[in-house]
């Protein structure tokens, strides 16, 4: 018998326990409901998003120039090279594709080595 009164008592110590976790959570949530939430104003979001907008496009633009004005820069080397020293022009050219093919090698041999 004092077998069933001590599964009783810790029965009873198991409901108190789960009453007092949810009685606690309930006193949270009410604390939460009674916040005041503030939400910004759709006009709000509107502008920050416009904003955003003027600005990426500012960055696009100044990306876009400083493309071109490089690749306006690279053709006209690589051309007037093809013109006046041909013999320059090829030696290069042979110099960017061993290099190309040097690193990747390099770029195979590390991914192989690190697995």
């Known amino acids: 018998m004092t077998n069933q009164k001590g599964s009783s008592s810790s029965d009873e110590q198991m ?6 976790t949810i009685s606690a959570i309930n006193n949270g949530l009410d604390k939460l409901d009674s916040m005041d939430t503030y939400v ?4 709000w979001f509107e ?3 416009l904003n955003q ?3 990426q496009k500012k960055k696009y633009r100044r990306e876009l120039a400083w493309f071109i ?5 690279i053709l006209s080397g690589v051309i007037f090279t093809m013109l006046e020293l ?3 022009f090829f030696m290069l050219q042979a ?3 061993a290099i190309t093919a040097i690193y990747s090698y390099k770029g195979v041999q590390k991914q192989v080595g690190s697995r």
């Open 69 to 73: 004005l490089s690749a306006m820069l």
């Open 15 to 20: 409901d108190k326990e789960l009453f007092d």
């Open 47 to 49: 502008q920050m998003v």
């Open 86 to 88: 041909p013999m320059l």
């Open 53 to 55: 907008q003027e600005v």
């Open 95 to 97: 110099a960017t594709v």
């Open 40 to 43: 910004p104003d759709d006009k």
